[in-house]
């Protein structure tokens, strides 16, 4: 498949598992374009946060945080300080604290120019909360993803347990709506529908046919 330009920028937002994850990558494969997953960057601050006993309100120390640590994301793992943390920060708690840290538009400025470094060479698949609003608003194509809360639920849990992490449904249910408040409540860059994107509802989609769909908005 070609694309209609060179550099193209594909910006997907939507609420905790809604599927962003595993369709963007795919697509950024199927298109050999990068791929930020921007949580994963508010994931390992949270982690870097719990080692230094740094809370979620200490603001200032969060930013001196990111100026201090090492982040680096190698193929599908994520790295701190050279050590290896990729399942460490898909866990329920750094979930919760990555979404409380998350609120502070200070930190989110922070953050800003490391997310917007993702897209160089052919382009990029960016998914988050604020790729389509905030970080990317020129994107060539802006998608919203969404699914219900009992299916984003069911989602992460087959995820979770794929892994060994022993996790009950209506416990990851309450955890997914706790964390849409906050993320789509927060003042700074609020989860949000952009004006010019394409909403999708996955409930019903596979992953192939959610696939499908957006690489369809492109040609
Ligand atoms: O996409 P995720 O579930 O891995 O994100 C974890 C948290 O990080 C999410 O609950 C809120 C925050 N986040 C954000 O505020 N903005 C983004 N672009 C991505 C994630």
Not at 38 to 52: D, E, M
Not at 99 to 117: G, N, T
Request: no cysteine; aromatic share 6%; glycine share 6%.
């Amino acid at each position: 498949m070609t694309l209609k330009k060179i550099p193209y920028l594909i910006a997907i937002d939507g609420p905790a598992g809604s599927g962003k994850g595993t369709i963007a990558k795919l697509i950024s494969k199927k298109l050999n374009l990068n791929y930020l997953d921007s949580g994963a960057i508010y994931r390992v601050i949270a982690l870097g946060a719990t080692i230094n006993n740094i809370s979620s309100g200490e603001v200032t120390k969060l930013i001196s945080l990111v100026g201090s640590i090492n982040m680096k994301f190698e193929g599908e793992d994520v790295l701190l300080d050279n050590k290896v943390i990729t399942d460490k920060i898909r866990t329920s708690e750094i979930s919760k604290f990555s979404s409380e840290i998350a609120v502070h538009s200070k930190l989110r400025d922070e953050i800003l120019s490391l997310q917007r470094s993702f897209y160089h060479g052919n382009g990029l698949v960016a998914e988050g909360r604020d790729m389509t609003t905030v970080v990317f608003p020129n994107a060539d194509l802006k998608v919203y993803l969404d699914a219900s809360p009992y299916e984003r639920a069911e989602r992460r849990y087959k995820q979770l347990i794929s892994k060994g992490n022993s996790v009950n449904i209506q416990d990851l249910t309450s955890e997914i709506e706790a964390r849409d408040k906050r993320d789509k409540q927060r003042k700074a860059s609020p989860l949000k529908i952009a004006d010019d994107a394409k909403v999708l509802n996955t409930d019903d989609l596979t992953i192939g046919q959610t696939v499908d769909k957006i690489l369809a908005f492109i040609i």
